[in-house]
């Protein structure tokens, strides 16, 4: 079986995650339709090679030394539909779309989605696989408030598997209970009442928070730790003298110490380094053990 054309070999992944760090794919396939995608696996099958999926790449770190076998990154594959039915606005998104193009529809509608959508980078698939969030109290504001079910693609017989969101097991930023497979399409739902007619001055104010409070202009991944509730990562990590303490070239944000900003020519290894450090500093200073909310792709 010759190489479909959507898939290349020795693809540099700096430009495939928001860290801007890691080495090769082995292979990255880019389908542009669900039919591409299924021949990307029957012909990774074919080779035995591992399958990794991507989204935007704004929640994962990849090793310098790149992923082995075939990267499968769904970004083109995108589109939302909208329509209303029984009073409720409905949208199918497929996998690759970017929340913003979510947003952009609830924003048509003044519903309130529109509100924690603001800012969350990176495509639909990955807020469902995620459950991706805001920290505010607001309603919605995590993914498994707005989801009505996913589509996912089995491995094995290639077929696609409506799972209804009632039967997935959502928790902060997991989502389980889907797997195993390929998300290819999430329905999203929200009440078309009521209005909320203050909404675009709302994202404003969130937006020019976010500008505020986040390094959103520096290479990061967001919040690296989960938050060890009742406490904030963020502010152990400040309180632990770690604001802007940085390892090669992989800094603690001065901006906000539960994200870590990358210079050009940083590497994986110096993150991952950063991240242990840290870990060890909040483990020693108040016996809690910081677990990532960041996915790790390769060999680490
Ligand atoms: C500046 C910044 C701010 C951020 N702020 C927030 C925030 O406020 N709240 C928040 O929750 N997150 C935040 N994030 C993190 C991130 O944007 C979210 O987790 C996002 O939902 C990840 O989506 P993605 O498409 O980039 O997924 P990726 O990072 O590409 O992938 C995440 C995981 O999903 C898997 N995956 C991807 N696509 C599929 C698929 N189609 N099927 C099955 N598995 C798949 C990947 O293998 C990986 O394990 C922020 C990130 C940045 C850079």
């Not at 970004?75 to 979510?102: F, M, P, Q, R, T």
């Not at 989801?147 to 799972?163: A, F, K, N």
């Not at 632990?240 to 992989?250: H, Q, T």
């Not at 993150?271 to 910081?290: C, P």
Request: hydrophobic share 40%; net charge neutral.
């Amino acid at each position: 079986m010759d190489m479909p054309n959507f898939i290349q070999p020795n693809v540099s992944l700096k430009q495939y995650n928001t860290w801007k760090v890691g080495g090769l794919a082995d292979f990255l396939a880019l389908p542009n339709t669900v039919e591409e995608l299924k021949e990307s696996i029957t012909w990774a099958k074919k080779y035995n090679h591992n399958i990794t999926l991507l989204g935007d790449g704004s929640n994962v770190l990849i090793h310098d030394d790149g992923i082995k076998g075939l990267v499968v990154c769904l970004k083109k594959i995108n589109g939302v539909e909208a329509s209303e039915s029984d009073g409720n606005l409905k949208l199918e998104c497929w996998a690759g779309s970017s929340k913003a193009e979510a947003l952009k529809v609830f924003l048509k509608y003044k519903l309130s989605p529109a509100l924690f959508l603001t800012g969350l980078p990176g495509n639909i698939a990955g807020g469902v696989v995620m459950n991706a969030g805001v920290g505010e109290q607001r309603v919605p504001r995590e993914f498994c408030e707005i989801t009505e079910w996913v589509d996912v693609l089995r491995p094995d017989t290639l077929e696609v598997e409506r799972v209804q969101a009632t039967d997935i097991d959502w928790s902060y930023r997991t989502s389980k209970g889907w797997q195993p497979g390929i998300i290819v399409k999430v329905g999203l739902i929200w009440p078309l009442a009521p209005e909320h007619p203050e909404i675009m001055n709302e994202i404003k104010k969130a937006t020019r928070n976010r500008i505020m409070k986040q390094p959103i202009n520096q290479p990061s991944c967001g919040s690296v730790f989960r938050n060890p509730k009742p406490e904030s990562s963020g502010a152990l990590i400040e309180g632990a003298g770690l604001k802007g303490f940085s390892i090669g070239g992989a800094q603690v944000s001065t901006k906000h110490a539960n994200f870590i900003i990358t210079e050009p020519g940083a590497k994986a290894s110096d993150v991952d380094l950063l991240i242990k450090h840290i870990q060890k500093m909040i483990s020693e200073k108040h016996s809690i053990n910081l677990h990532t909310e960041v996915v790790y792709l390769g060999s680490f």
